[in-house]
């Protein structure tokens, strides 16, 4: 009789002790997913299929695990410091083209980077983002964005702001007022351009570029090195002409 109750307690704790390991071990390798979440998301949600809500995102200690697979969408307060800024910039646009109506091209190689690009941790979107403002929190996304104006670390898709769109890497379109890059492969649309590298096609009033390997098309084109320009006025490395350069 006590043999069989001290085999009866040795299976009881054994298997409790086993659950529990299962558990542990499950807890370290879980992925907390879901179909719904308010933005800005919980530290404790690692992946949204479905819809995300809210006022936008933030940093947190955990969003270099955090991805959203489907809709984002967001209200967030920073249309009103974009529209005085766009304000600030169109006043002194004309000053802006007058600066770079020069022979000589004198601007430095760090001129053309956007700098402060954080590679990780970043939050990752596929889908769609429609929004009023734009991300807190360093993004990288593949999809449709639809937005005031939006900053991303990789971006690939469709990008159709009012501000513009601001990336590190960047593979397909964008249209804006205002678009900058580290690289391109793909097109901007606006009415200032800018490139560090430019392997795809610029369409604007202005478009800067530090290496040519593509096309830019608009009134005033300049880059720091060779490439095929159309416009009115086109300044490169060596020479400047109107209408085309190469």
């Known amino acids: 009789m006590k043999i069989s109750i001290l085999v009866v307690l040795s299976f009881v704790f054994g ?7 299962i558990q542990i071990q499950n807890d370290s390798v879980a992925v907390h997913s879901q ?11 690692d992946k949204v ?7 936008g995102h933030i940093d947190n200690k955990n969003i270099e695990h955090q991805s959203i697979n489907g809709l984002n969408i ?27 109506k020069i022979k000589v091209i004198k601007t430095t190689e760090e001129d053309y980077r956007i700098k402060n690009m954080n590679y990780t941790p970043d939050l990752k979107l596929n ?18 964005n639809i937005s005031a104006g939006n900053k991303f670390n990789n971006f690939n898709g469709l990008s159709v702001t009012v501000l513009g769109t601001i990336a590190d890497h960047q593979n397909g379109l964008s249209v ?25 096609l610029h369409i604007g009033v202005f478009n800067q570029t530090r290496i040519n390997r ?15 320009q159309l416009g009115i006025w086109n300044v490169n490395n060596k020479r400047v002409m109107p209408f085309l350069n190469w």
């Open 74 to 100: 967001e209200a967030n307060p920073a249309p009103a410091v974009g529209v005085l800024y766009v304000f600030m910039a169109l006043m002194y646009f004309d000053k802006i083209i007058e600066n770079n």
């Open 176 to 200: 804006g007022i205002y678009n900058a890059n580290n690289n391109l492969s793909g097109s901007t649309i606006g009415i200032y351009n800018q490139s560090y590298q430019l392997s795809g």
């Open 214 to 228: 593509g096309l830019q098309v608009g009134i005033l084109n300049k880059s720091n090195s060779k490439g095929f």
């Open 35 to 45: 179909i719904f979440s308010l933005s800005p998301m919980s530290r404790k949600v």
């Open 15 to 21: 298997c409790s002790y086993g659950q529990d390991f």
């Open 127 to 144: 889908g769609l983002n429609i929004s009023s403002g734009c991300f807190f929190t360093t993004t990288s996304m593949n999809g449709l």
């Open 49 to 55: 299929n479905g819809l995300v809500l809210g006022f």
